[in-house]
C-alpha cells in the first residue's frame, strides 16, 4: 500500500520537510496499520528538524497522532480493526502521514468521551503537563508557579490544570493578546517580555511578597534560565523541560548556595513514561481532567497535513496559541 508522508533527508529549515509517496509495510507481530485523522504540532519537531533534537537521517517525523487501526499484524492482541488510537513515541518517528505501521505497545486507546482532534492536540502536551504538575513537582493547593510559556499547547494546559490544583499561576508570555488568552486560561498573573532580553524576576518576587515561586517551569531555556533561578523561593525547584530558545548554560553548582539551593533538573517525557502501565495511568489522569473540565484543549490552529512546512513556520515564530493539529 501506498501514502503520502514527511521525509527529512537533513537538518534546516522547514524547507527540508519533504512531501512524498511512499510505501506502508504489512504490519508484523505486535504492530498495526493505522490511518491518521489528525496529527498533533510539537515544537518538538521543530527541535528534530533542526538538529538541536538529534535523529538518524533520513527519517519520518511527528511523535504523536490519533487514528483508526485498519490492519493488525499476525498474533497481535488487545485490539482490532476499527479500534480508534493516539499515540506519543514508540519506534519510529512517522506521525506527518496519512497512514503509518505503529507498535501496539505504544498506542493508547480512546475513550468515546474524548474525539481524535482533542486526542490529537492534548496527548503529548497533556501527559507531559500531567508528569510536570503531579510528579517532577507535586503541585498542592497554595503552591505559587510559575509557567513560560503561558498561552503554549503545554502552556495552556498546565495553567487550568494548576488553577483547578488550588495554586496560583503566573505564566510568562511575549504578548498582550497571549496574556489575555493565557489569563482566560487559568492564569492568575501573566507577565508579558521581551523576546530577546526577558526580564520577569522582579515581577514574580513582587507577586510572591519578596518570597519567589515554589517551582519555576522553563520550556524556553538559554534566554530565560537566569531569570527563572532568580525567580524561585528558598529550597524550591526549577525544572526545565525544553530549549526554545536553546539549551540551559551550564551551571557551577556551588553558585546555587546563595540562591537558596534550589532543585533543579531537566525532565523529558521519556523518562516518565517507562513501561505501559505508566503511560496508561498518566494518560488516564489527562482523560480525567478533560471530561471533568478541568482542563479544556484549545485547539486554535488547523492545518493540511501537506502544509505542515507552514506549521513549522508559524509555530517558530510564535504565532500560535493553544494547540494546533495537522489534518490528513
Known amino acids: 500500500m501506498k501514502t503520502n508522508a514527511f521525509r527529512l533527508y537533513k537538518n534546516g529549515g522547514p524547507k527540508v520537510l519533504k512531501w512524498e509517496t511512499v510505501d506502508v509495510p504489512e504490519p508484523g507481530k505486535g ?4 490511518k491518521h485523522t489528525a496529527i498533533g504540532l510539537n515544537l518538538a519537531d521543530t527541535y528534530r528538524r533542526i538538529g538541536l533534537y538529534p535523529i538518524s537521517l533520513p527519517s519520518g517525523i511527528g511523535n504523536e497522532a490519533a487514528g483508526v487501526v485498519e490492519a493488525v499484524g499476525p498474533g497481535t492482541r488487545g485490539i482490532k480493526v476499527g479500534d480508534r488510537v493516539g499515540y506519543i513515541g514508540g519506534p519510529g518517528l512517522d506521525g506527518y502521514s496519512q497512514r503509518r505501521v505503529a507498535a501496539v505497545d505504544s498506542l493508547i486507546p480512546l ?3 474524548i474525539d ?3 486526542a490529537a492536540a492534548s496527548l503529548l502536551k497533556g501527559i507531559t503537563a500531567q508528569y510536570l504538575l503531579r510528579d517532577a513537582y507535586k503541585v498542592k493547593k497554595g503552591d505559587t508557579i510559575v509557567v513560560h510559556a503561558a498561552a503554549g499547547g503545554v502552556g495552556a494546559i498546565m495553567c487550568q490544570w494548576a488553577n483547578a490544583l488550588g495554586a496560583t499561576v503566573i505564566g510568562i508570555v511575549s504578548s498582550e493578546a497571549k496574556a489575555k488568552f493565557a489569563k482566560k486560561n487559568g492564569c492568575h498573573h501573566p507577565i508579558v517580555v521581551s523576546r530577546t532580553k ?3 524576576a522582579k515581577k514574580v518576587r513582587e507577586i510572591t511578597n519578596g518570597e519567589g515561586a515554589h517551582c519555576i517551569y522553563d520550556s524556553v531555556g538559554k534566554d530565560t534560565w537566569a531569570e527563572s533561578l532568580a525567580s524561585v523561593r528558598l529550597r524550591g525547584s526549577v525544572i526545565n523541560f525544553g530549549s526554545a530558545s536553546g539549551n540551559p548554560p551550564l551551571i557551577d553548582i556551588a553558585k546555587t ?3 537558596g539551593s534550589p532543585y533543579i533538573a531537566r525532565c523529558a517525557l521519556v523518562n516518565y513514561t517507562t513501561s505501559r502501565k505508566e503511560l496508561m495511568a498518566r494518560a488516564r489522569d489527562l482523560f480525567q481532567a ?4 478541568d482542563v479544556k484543549i484549545k485547539i486554535n490552529q488547523r492545518y493540511k497535513l ?3 512546512a507552514q506549521a513549522h513556520r508559524d509555530i517558530e515564530a510564535r504565532k500560535t496559541t493553544g494547540s494546533t493539529v495537522l489534518l490528513p
Open 111 to 113: 475513550p468515546d468521551s
Open 290 to 293: 478533560i471530561e471533568s473540565g
Open 257 to 259: 548556595g546563595p540562591m
Open 116 to 118: 481524535d482532534r482533542t
Open 198 to 200: 526577558p526580564k520577569f
Open 31 to 34: 504492530e498495526v496499520q493505522i
Open 306 to 308: 501537506k502544509d505542515a
